[in-house]
Nanobody, 119 residues
């Protein structure tokens, strides 16, 4: 069983910051990639940031220099955080964390957390 629980969304003004967290637990220690995606109203879900096996990070062009993805591990869980600075109205959407396991063992999503940035 794999569980992904997100927290940290909310309503902020443009220019402010938010920090999202995703706690991953269960059979998670063969992770190939851990990341954050978002979906704005009327748009497709898009990649925001990802950490791939080996520690390589990748960001959407629209968030480079403003968002930072990080991970913290202990014996039982992995926490994936997304620090979002300098938020813009176009960052508004539902943010989902994602876990991709190695060897096609599964691809998992959190329940989503709403981020709303007012201009």
């Amino acid at each position: 069983q794999v569980q992904l629980v997100e927290s940290g969304g909310g309503l902020v003004q443009a220019g402010e910051s938010l920090r999202l967290s995703c706690v991953m637990s269960g059979s998670i220690f063969s992770a190939n990639a851990m990341g954050w995606y978002r979906q704005a109203p009327g748009k497709q879900r898009e990649l925001v940031a990802v950490i791939r096996n080996g520690g390589v990070t990748e960001y959407a062009d629209s968030v480079k220099g403003r968002f930072t993805i990080s991970t913290d591990r202990d014996k039982w869980k992995i926490t994936v955080a997304l620090q979002m600075n300098g938020l813009k109205s176009e960052d508004t959407g539902v943010y989902y964390c994602n876990l991709e396991l190695m060897f096609n063992r599964g691809n998992y999503w959190g329940q989503g957390t709403q981020v709303t940035v007012s201009s």
